[in-house]
C-alpha cells in the first residue's frame, strides 16, 4: 500500500522537500496544497490544489481527500494558524509543531522569555513592549546597539537594525509607534556584533538530530548591503561547520538548540516534532541567539536537502512516531543563489519573464519559489522567483558549478547576488572573525 504524503507551501522550499521525498525508494503518492502553482512542484504530485494553506479546516479536508497519512509544513503562517493541530485531531502525521510550539518564531518575546525562565544562554538584553512606555528609557539604556522586532511572522522583514536601518533613537521610536499604531507587540534588544549562521536540528519530540551549519545572506545586495529580505542565497562546508566557525562555535550551537528543544517540553507539556531552526551569530563573546523559527530555513532548505544522504519519507514518518533515529549528511560543500525580480526587498518588478534552459542542469538543480505559469511562460511576482543549488567537494567548487548553472537562467528584469559564497566574500567574514574574537 502506497504511503499517501501531503505537503503544505509552494514556495522553493516545499519544492526541495518534495523532490527529497521523491527520492525516497519508498512506495509512495505525493500531494501538495499550494497558495500558488509551483511549475515544479506539480509534476512530481499525484494531486496539486490551490487554496488557501493557512486554513486549518482546508488544510483537514484535502488531508482527508487525499488520503494522506502524513503532512509536511513547510511555511510558517500554517503553523501560527494551528494547522499542525487540526491535521493531528484528523488522524494526520505532521512534521511540524503545533501552535504552542510554533510561538518559538510566532512570538519574539515569547522565546526571549523561555530563554531567561530556563536560563539557556546566548539571550540579549531585551525589553517586549506593548505601548511606548518606557521605550526611549530601554534605548538610552542599549545606546547605539539595538534592534527593534515587530512581535510576530513578518517574512524575515519584521526587522530594523541600528546602524543599518535605524540612524537615530528619533527614527527609531518613528519604528516603534509605526508598529504600535498597527496594533502590534514589539521586542527591542541589543545588538550582537558578528557573524550569523543558522544551525536546524531534526526533532521527534525526544530526540534531536542536527543538520550541518549553512549561512543565509538577508541583504539584498552585493556587499552586504541594501535592505533585508527573506535570504538572497546561501552556502554550506563540506565538515558541515562554516569557514569562521570553531568546534567550540558549533557545540555551543547545538547545545542551544537541545536546551530549547527540553524546555519547550517542559513549558508546553508538548513533545516538539519538525524542524527547530536556530539563527545565531558568533561574537567576541561566544554564540549569541538571534531568533528561532519553528520550520526549514528558505533558502538553507535547497542545501540541507541537496546534502541529504538519508531517506527523507523514513524521517519524516520516524519523526512522527518518535524514533528519528541517525540522520547523515553528504560531506560536500553546497552553494544555493536566487534569482529574483529586479528592486525585490524594496520595490520589486512584477511581471518580469523568467526563461530556463535545461543545460542548468549539468551542474546545478534548479528550484522554483513564487512564480505564475500562463500558458507554459513562467513569470515573477513580487518576491524570489527561483534558486539554483550546486554542490561540490568544496565551497569554490560549489560556487563555479551555481554560475556556471545560472548561465542557463535568462529573462528581463530579474538580479542575482553573485557574490555570495565567492572567496573574497568568505575571507572578509574570516577576516571580521579574527578582529572580532
Given at each position: 500500500m502506497k504511503n499517501k504524503i501531503l505537503v503544505i507551501g509552494s514556495g522553493a522550499r516545499e519544492h526541495a522537500i518534495v523532490r527529497a521525498l521523491d527520492r525516497s525508494p519508498q512506495d509512495k503518492a505525493l500531494y501538495c496544497l499550494a497558495s500558488n502553482i509551483n511549475p515544479g512542484i506539480s509534476v512530481l504530485c499525484n494531486e496539486f490544489t490551490v487554496d488557501n494553506i493557512n486554513h486549518p479546516e482546508i488544510a483537514t479536508n484535502n488531508a482527508k481527500e487525499v488520503g494522506a497519512g502524513l503532512a509536511i509544513i513547510g511555511p510558517e503562517n500554517p503553523l501560527s494558524n494551528g494547522v499542525a493541530d487540526a491535521l493531528w485531531e484528523a488522524g494526520v502525521k505532521v512534521v511540524g509543531p503545533k501552535k504552542d510550539l510554533a510561538q518559538i518564531e510566532t512570538s519574539k518575546g515569547f522565546t526571549r522569555d523561555l530563554l531567561a525562565e530556563y536560563n539557556i544562554p546566548g539571550g540579549p538584553k531585551y525589553q517586549t513592549f506593548n505601548s511606548?512606555?518606557?521605550?526611549?528609557?530601554?534605548?538610552?539604556?542599549?545606546?547605539?546597539?539595538?534592534?527593534?522586532?515587530?512581535?510576530?511572522?513578518?517574512?524575515?522583514?519584521?526587522?530594523?537594525?541600528?546602524?543599518?536601518?535605524?540612524?537615530?533613537?528619533?527614527?527609531?521610536?518613528?519604528?516603534?509607534?509605526?508598529?504600535?499604531?498597527?496594533?502590534?507587540?514589539?521586542?527591542?534588544?541589543?545588538?550582537?556584533?558578528?557573524?550569523?549562521?543558522?544551525?536546524?536540528?531534526?526533532?521527534?519530540?525526544?530526540?534531536?538530530?542536527?543538520?550541518?551549519?549553512?549561512?543565509?545572506?538577508?541583504?539584498?545586495?552585493?556587499?552586504?548591503?541594501?535592505?533585508?529580505?527573506?535570504?538572497?542565497?546561501?552556502?554550506?562546508?563540506s565538515n558541515h561547520s562554516l569557514p569562521f566557525l570553531t568546534e567550540q562555535d558549533i557545540s555551543g550551537a547545538r547545545e542551544i538548540n537541545e536546551r530549547v528543544f527540553r524546555a519547550l517540553i517542559d513549558e508546553t507539556g508538548q513533545g516538539y516534532k519538525g524542524i527547530l531552526y536556530g539563527g545565531f551569530m558568533i561574537t567576541g563573546n561566544g554564540i549569541k541567539l538571534i531568533e528561532y523559527n519553528a520550520r526549514f530555513g528558505d533558502p538553507e532548505a535547497m542545501n540541507l536537502l541537496t546534502l541529504l544522504a538519508s531517506d527523507f519519507s523514513e524521517i519524516c514518518y520516524n519523526i512522527t512516531q518518535g524514533n528519528l533515529g541517525t540522520v547523515t549528511f553528504r560531506n560536500e560543500s553546497s552553494v544555493c543563489k536566487y534569482i529574483v525580480p529586479e528592486g525585490y526587498g524594496s520595490n520589486p518588478r512584477k511581471d518580469a519573464t523568467l526563461i530556463v534552459n535545461p543545460g542548468y542542469a549539468q551542474t546545478a538543480s534548479l528550484y522554483y519559489a513564487a512564480v505564475n505559469q500562463i500558458d507554459g511562460q513562467i513569470t515573477t511576482t513580487s518576491s524570489r522567483a527561483a534558486a539554483l543549488v550546486s554542490s561540490s567537494s568544496t565551497i569554490t567548487k560549489a560556487e563555479e558549478k551555481c554560475e556556471s548553472g545560472l548561465n542557463f537562467i535568462s529573462g528581463d528584469n530579474l538580479y542575482v547576488r553573485h557574490d555570495i559564497a565567492k572567496e573574497a566574500l568568505i575571507k572578509k567574514r574570516i577576516e571580521n572573525m579574527e578582529k572580532i574574537r
Open positions: 511606548m512606555y518606557r521605550v526611549s528609557e530601554f534605548l538610552n539604556d542599549l545606546g547605539e546597539n539595538y534592534v527593534v522586532k515587530y512581535d510576530g511572522l513578518a517574512g524575515g522583514k519584521g526587522v530594523k537594525v541600528s546602524g543599518d536601518h535605524l540612524h537615530s533613537h528619533d527614527e527609531a521610536l518613528e519604528y516603534c509607534q509605526e508598529l504600535m499604531d498597527a496594533g502590534n507587540k514589539f521586542v527591542i534588544e541589543e545588538k550582537f556584533i558578528g557573524q550569523e549562521f543558522s544551525l536546524m536540528s531534526f526533532c521527534d519530540g525526544e530526540h534531536l538530530q542536527h543538520m550541518p551549519a549553512v549561512q543565509d545572506h538577508k541583504r539584498a545586495y552585493e556587499g552586504d548591503i541594501g535592505p533585508n529580505t527573506g535570504g538572497m542565497g546561501s552556502y554550506s562546508d
